[in-house]
Structure formats: structure tokens, C-alpha cells
């Protein structure tokens, strides 16, 4: 059975009622509703469309982060934990949004913990510049999706 985009799905139903059953109201408050629910529609069509894009930017951002973290840093068990998270990562990939974003997080969680227990100082400081170029990524993603600015 092949997997339906929701956000395709909302936006075809929401030009349904825009064109084709509008079309045949002629009570003016009940199409000026049915205007108001396409017009709902459409906007969590943008906003489906919208969260799919952030997440795959979010997991672009981290498997880089996890890359320059397994490159650079020099402690076994951070650049482990920074492997398995990429894995966890890469294989949660396919998932949509919502199942994949608390893979993300968790991944990262898991890895700057790891920094945590087994670095120190500048070494700390430097395997966690990836992760926290993430992090940046996250938050200005969320912004993004309320309508502000980052800057």
C-alpha cells in the first residue's frame, strides 16, 4: 500500500472544498465557513510540509555534527557513542517527523553526555562545537515554524 503525504491529502481536500463544493453553496454564512476550513486546511498543509523540511534539516545538521565529532575527537567513548548515535540516527531516517525528531534529540543527548563523563576543558569545548551547531539549527528551526526571526 503505498504511503500517503498527510500534507498532500490536507491540501487536495482543502481545494475540494474550495472548488468543487463551495461551488454548489448558496448560503452565504455556510460558505463563507466551508472558505474558512479550506483555508485551515491549507495552512496545516504548510505547516506539515514545513515541519518535514526542519526535521530533514535537523538530521543533516546532526550526522554532520556526529561525523566531525567521530573525526575529531580523540576519547574511544565519545567517538563511539558519536557512531552509535549516527546509526541510530541514519536508521530512524526514514521515519517522518514525528517519529524521527526525538531520535535527533535523544542521539545528541546521548553523545553530550558522553562528553561530559569523559572530557574536560578545551577537548570538552571542542567535541561539543558540532552538537551545539545543531542545537543552533533546532532552535532557529522552532522560530522558523512561529514566524520569527533567529537574528
Keep these: 500500500m503505498p504511503h500517503l503525504q498527510p500534507a498532500q491529502v490536507i491540501e ?12 454548489e453553496i448558496d448560503d452565504e454564512f455556510v460558505d463563507g465557513q466551508v472558505g474558512s476550513m479550506s483555508s ?21 545538521s546532526l550526522l554532520e555534527a ?7 575527537c580523540e576519547s574511544t567513548a565519545v567517538t563511539e557513542a558519536a557512531a552509535d548515535a549516527r546509526e541510530r540516527v541514519e ?15 535523544s542521539a545528541c543527548n546521548d553523545v553530550l553526555d558522553e562528553i561530559n563523563a569523559e572530557l574536560d576543558g578545551a577537548a ?17 528551526g522552532q522560530l522558523e515554524m512561529l514566524g520569527r526571526d533567529s537574528a
Excluded at 487536495?12 to 463544493?21: I, K, T
Excluded at 570538552?124 to 532557529?140: G, K, Q
Design 40 to 60: 485551515t486546511m491549507r495552512y496545516l498543509a504548510d505547516q506539515l510540509r514545513q515541519q518535514r523540511e526542519l526535521t530533514r534539516r535537523q538530521r543533516d
Design 12 to 23: 487536495q481536500f482543502a481545494s475540494f472544498l474550495q472548488d468543487d463544493v463551495r461551488a
Design 91 to 105: 536508521d530512524a531516517s526514514g521515519s517522518d517527523g514525528d517519529e524521527l525528531e526525538p531520535v535527533l534529540v
Design 66 to 72: 556526529l561525523e566531525a565529532v567521530e573525526r575529531d
Design 124 to 140: 570538552a569545548r571542542a567535541a561539543r562545537d558540532p552538537l551545539y551547531d545543531f542545537l543552533r539549527v533546532r532552535v532557529e
